[in-house]
């Protein structure tokens, strides 16, 4: 292990419904030295994740025994992309856009935790658009789910933290990890220089690289944080 | 509290507070009347509910209960028809109800049920309550969209994940709806109270020495009264004073979560 390969000999996985966000993330954790298994099956999104039991399966078929290093988690369904009003939204829609991924979120982290507390290491990472954070019109279902889902990171990340397994949240600009962003109205930074780095950042060597420093040795002491990988946009708090 | 500083600043304007039936509603909506605002208690409890309509009318104020279940649409939907048709409109709206089961809960033992429980009344009713208001809130200047969330919700609560991400939510959903209804002249936001609740009371007065370690995290020393502490500053963000914040949460919590 170097600092450049801070999994090297180690697992990590990626677990990503709907939206596809981690372009660039398995090839970036390779870089890190990670093995590397992927949970991204439209068809497993949409059966097994409404069942803990059948999480359970799925990623003991995927796994067998090993304990991952590394998980990284973007769970954005497709109910919550949708861009529309709130008023627009019947109850159905709401739910599967702002409540259903928050107790996915919650049937996920409990399997995870099965694996991982009693290897007493690893580090679970939330991949998400930083639009919850500052707000967005026509995105009222996806800013709930998001934001539920980042207090939820906080409350585990509590209740784990003895055992060792640490829990985050990186934020990155919305149209950096998908073009479907496009069409929002996203609220911007009015300022001379809105994003002080002026980019977006690179999938695969900055947000895997982030992902692959919080699980390894350097990383270890940062749980329940709010990382944003923005550029320097809103520089909060 | 001299209410006397708050004398109507709600004058003539319609409020809905949910979950007023006890607690920090209750005392919401005893200080939005105090304020000169006609409040309905929108509650399921019909006893607890009229009892607050009783403390109103008994403090000058005017009050209607309408028994409401927040996670049914066509209850919030009939409720706020009601109040337009009693007080002739509707300007503010309240969302203070929680589960009844939000006890703390670890992540593994959360159950479909209680899940989806405590996310009708904070999310759903949150759904209900913006598409019953919105035709009467828009573009009248005076509407407010409130919503009562936690400091657990910033900070996260080791015990209640469920509570602690439905919280984290409202806060989400604020943000964005503040985004979204702007444009109406709608202000919405979020606060976050730390309340002496008769629960909160009961907890710590059955061990005085777990009652000195508690307020050491309040730089006030004290947990605040929901009358006369969390009220104000309901009714602050309510009127016209706070117009211009939109998308906030504001902790009103005598200094317990300080961290931005």
């Known amino acids: 292990m170097t600092a450049e390969t801070p999994l090297a000999g180690r697992t990590a996985l990626i677990v990503e419904l709907g939206l596809p966000l981690l372009g660039g993330m398995a090839e970036g954790l390779e870089d890190a030295g990670a093995a590397v298994a992927a949970l ?66 919650m049937r996920l982290l409990t399997v995870l935790g099965e694996r991982m507390k009693p290897a007493g290491e690893g580090a679970v990472v939330f991949l998400a658009p930083s639009l919850s954070l500052v707000g967005g019109a026509g995105l009222v279902g996806l800013c709930t789910m998001l934001e539920g889902q980042r207090g939820l990171m906080k409350s585990v990340a509590r209740q784990w933290g003895a055992s060792g397994v640490t829990v985050n949240w990186a934020a990155a600009a919305p149209r950096a990890l998908s073009s479907h962003f496009d069409a929002a109205d996203l609220a911007a930074k009015g300022d001379a220089v809105p994003i002080a780095l002026g980019r977006r950042p690179d999938a695969r060597r900055e947000i895997a690289g982030l992902a692959s420093w919080l699980a390894g040795p350097a990383g270890r002491g940062v749980t329940g944080a709010t990382l944003m990988m923005d550029g320097g946009e809103w520089m909060v708090p | 509290m001299n209410w006397a500083s708050c004398a109507g600043l709600l004058a003539g304007r ?39 309509v009783d403390l109103i009318t008994a403090e000058g104020g005017q009050a209607l209960f309408i028994a409401t279940d927040v996670g049914d649409a066509a209850a919030v939907s009939r409720m706020v028809e009601q109040a337009v048709a009693a007080f002739g409109g509707l300007d503010i709206v309240v969302h203070n109800a929680s589960s009844t089961q939000g006890r703390p809960t670890p992540l593994e033992e959360i159950t479909e049920a209680l899940w989806a429980e405590q996310a009708a009344v904070s999310l759903d009713a949150l759904h209900h309550l913006a598409h019953a208001a919105l035709p009467h809130l828009k573009n009248t200047g005076r509407g407010r969209f409130l919503v009562l969330s936690s400091a657990q919700g910033q900070h996260g609560g080791a015990m209640n994940p469920a509570y602690t991400a439905l919280k984290s939510a409202q806060r989400g959903f604020v943000k964005a709806l503040a985004r979204e209804w702007g444009p109406h002249d709608i202000v919405v936001n979020a606060l976050a109270p730390a309340a002496l609740t008769d629960a909160a009371r009961e907890y710590l007065e059955s061990d005085p020495e777990r009652t000195r370690e508690a307020m050491k995290s309040f730089p006030l020393g004290r947990m605040g009264d929901m009358r006369d502490d969390i009220g104000p500053a309901a009714v602050a963000m309510c009127s016209d004073l706070w117009r211009y914040v939109t998308g906030q949460t504001v902790n009103v919590d005598g200094g317990y979560y300080t961290a931005l």
């Open chain 1, 40 to 105: 991204r099956d439209p068809d497993v999104m949409g059966g097994v994740m409404g069942d803990a039991e059948a999480i359970r399966a799925a990623l003991n078929d995927l796994l067998g025994e090993t304990v991952p290093a590394l998980v990284v988690l973007s769970l954005l369904g497709e109910a919550s992309t949708v861009i529309r009003p709130v008023e627009q939204t019947d109850i159905d829609s709401w739910r599967a856009a702002a409540i259903e991924p928050i107790r996915t979120a």
């Open chain 2, 14 to 52: 319609t409020a809905v507070v949910t979950g007023a039936s006890g607690g920090v509603g209750r005392g919401i909506a005893r200080a939005l009347a105090l304020a000169g605002a006609q409040v309905v208690v929108a509650a399921r409890s019909p006893a607890g509910g009229g009892e607050t």
